[in-house]
């Protein structure tokens, strides 16, 4: 019996209604003439930071611990070119720890206003420290203390407690530029694989997947 809290599969009619507004946002073909995928997760985006209302370049995160089980979060994109996609944390952290660990990554982003996803495997690569650098120089000065005060993933005793470590960091820093901390850096995904998601009517959803080698980027339509 299903969990009243979990809707229930669309009806028939359900799907002849949302055909239309399907067919508008994912009805375009021209998806299938890319020769690489970055390009196209980059007009993803586009469209996602036009329609999602939070967080449109957040992607769920999923490592290995040292114990070979999974582990996943949401970060934040804030990069992507040719050579892959780049976020930033706390290199002490779960996540830091595992990605010094084990190298190798998925990734996943879910728009569901535009009922798209996009999944990346494929391995890590430290940022360098001018990017580093730059980046954290560009967020927020609280967010920069905040990285200072925080012992990521590390048990904390009580809120007040975390209160004190901001306090204390403010004041150290008082009429000076928050560095960028040792410990604090960023990761570039290097794809390997990279795979299109989008809604089709009565699940008969679209995918695509482009894989590397040394030679380049191939591409495949997969079943639904």
Do not use: C
């Not at 999923?62 to 979060?73: E, I, K, L, N, W």
Request: charge should be neutral; proline fraction near 8%.
């Amino acid at each position: 019996m299903t969990s009243p809290v979990i809707p229930p599969s669309p009806s028939r009619e359900e799907y002849a209604r949302d055909y239309a507004a399907a067919l508008a946002a994912n009805g375009d073909e021209t998806i299938f003439d890319r020769a690489e995928p970055i390009g196209l997760i980059v007009d993803w985006l586009a469209d996602a930071r036009a329609h999602e209302p939070n967080d449109p370049n957040a992607m769920a995160l999923s490592t290995v611990d040292a114990d070979g089980v999974p582990d996943s979060r949401m970060v934040l994109l804030k990069d992507i070119d040719a050579r892959g996609l780049t976020f930033y944390s706390n290199a002490e952290s779960a996540k830091g720890l595992q990605l010094s660990g084990k190298p190798h990554v998925a990734l996943l982003f879910h728009w569901k206003t535009l009922r798209r996803q996009v999944r990346v495997r494929g391995t890590v690569e430290a940022v360098t420290v001018a990017e580093a650098d730059a980046y954290f120089a560009s967020r927020a000065r609280e967010s920069r203390i905040g990285a200072w005060a925080s012992d990521q993933s590390r048990p904390l005793p009580d809120r007040a407690a975390l209160e004190a470590a901001v306090a204390r960091e403010t004041a150290r820093f008082e009429g000076v530029e928050p560095p960028r901390p040792p410990h604090w850096t960023g990761w570039r995904v290097v794809p390997r694989s990279v795979e299109f998601w989008r809604d089709r009517p009565y699940r008969l959803h679209d995918r695509l997947r482009f894989d590397r080698s040394s030679e380049g980027w191939t591409k495949t339509r997969l079943q639904p």
